[in-house]
């Protein structure tokens, strides 16, 4: 017997979840329309941001381009392979400025295309302004082609936010009360504060939790691209996206995709909820760091039999102690995917030295401290776009090109 992996009750409690945010289109409207600059800057300015912007569009000014680098030194990028860059850790607002002052003041880093974002969903970074002005200068200014956001389902909310699921979804959720009226998910396994990094752990229906705070996130920022850790948000999320296709999905390396046939399971997965046109809203699969160059491009060449070609695929280059062994160095076996002829996504958890906030700490934070903090961690994600930076220059010598974000570009 084959089992569809959403049952009927579970596929209505979804539908229920968007319809009560307006629909499907309605909510794609929404986001498009938060997506403009204009629109982000004037709500900025609304919540005493408008400095903030001002002074990153001066930053962005002072980045350097691309072409100049490949005119320097007579670049030819005709290799098949194709690199896209990516680097973890933009944690809010005052985080990612302090970094864009870092790299306008060097004048000779090409900023990476895709950003990586592990800040928690809490109500004051969704609608603090925070999450806004982050996206602001991350998607306008920069001009990065990818922003991930990440929802943790174990953090404290407002219990009026999961009385309205249970009301629209006729779901329970079991959580605990925190007082003034504050709730929070009950999560079993890991006792951290998040429970397994705030999403590993998806018990019973929790999954609803986790789109819930996609859509109020969305709405409100124009947020369009999440991390997602767990196997059943996944497939949540697959079905999701059929209904808002303006929202994309990354897959965590904490998945444990990392052998072929997890990939396989995965792939499988994905097919179950395909949208009307084919496609997915997994934009993006994150292989484990166990994996070996040749498990790498035995996924690439599955991806390619599967017919799901939208899908780009990810390593770890460096990552920090908490997620893996000490001296962690995937570069060589980067250049063999990529001279294998296959297009790979290098990302940066870490520029391979030891730090202070270069741990898994600085993405659970208070927002308080978050901010308090955000030169020391600004000076972890700068150094970590130094090495993308390095490493993605080399590639291009070697051949091969390297996507980095806009404003790497001159237009």
Known sequence: ??????????????????????????????????????????????????????????????????EDFVAAESIKTTKPGVCTTQVSGFQGSHVTLDCMRRVAKNKDVLFPTEMISVVALTDHYVYSGDLLATLAMAENIIEASKFCSTNLIGIPLPEKRFAHIEKVTGEKFDRRDLGEGMGQLILKNMGTVFGNLGGVEVGDNNH??????????????????????????????????????????????????????QFRMLLNIIKEYLRDDGTTPIYEVNIGNAASPETFMQCCDDLKASG????????????????????????????????????????????????????????????????????????????????????????????????????????
């Not at 939790?209 to 948000?233: H, Q």
């Not at 202070?356 to 901010?371: G, I, K, V």
Request: proline share 2%; glycine share 8%.
């Open 308 to 411: 799901l070609g939208n899908i780009s695929l990810t390593a770890h280059l460096r990552i920090n102690p908490d997620l893996g062994m000490e001296d962690f160095d995937w570069t060589d076996k980067a250049h063999k995917v990529l001279d294998g002829g296959y297009n790979i996504t290098i990302k940066y958890e870490s520029d391979g030295e030891s730090r202070p906030y270069d741990t898994m700490e600085a993405y659970f934070l208070s927002d308080e401290e978050r901010d308090q903090k955000a030169e020391l961690i600004g000076d972890v994600i700068y150094h970590k776009c130094l090495r993308c930076d390095k490493d993605a220059r080399e590639i291009m010598r070697r051949g091969h090109q390297a996507r980095f974000a806009g404003v790497a570009y001159k237009t």
């Open 1 to 66: 017997m084959h089992f569809k992996l959403l049952s009927d009750r579970d596929l209505k409690a979804i539908d229920a979840l968007v319809e009560a945010y307006g629909g499907g289109k309605a909510v794609c409207d929404k986001i498009s329309a938060m997506r403009e600059y204009d629109a982000r800057k004037k709500l900025a300015a609304e919540k005493g941001l408008a400095d903030m912007l001002e002074k990153a569009e001066g930053y962005a000014k002072d980045f350097p381009k691309v």
């Open 208 to 261: 609803l939790v986790y789109l819930d705070g996609i859509l109020r996130a969305g709405l409100e920022t124009g947020a369009n691209f999440f991390l997602n850790p767990s196997w059943s948000t996944i497939v949540a999320a697959c079905y999701f996206g059929r209904l808002v296709p303006a929202v994309t999905f990354k897959i965590s390396m904490l998945l444990s995709t990392q052998n072929a046939v």
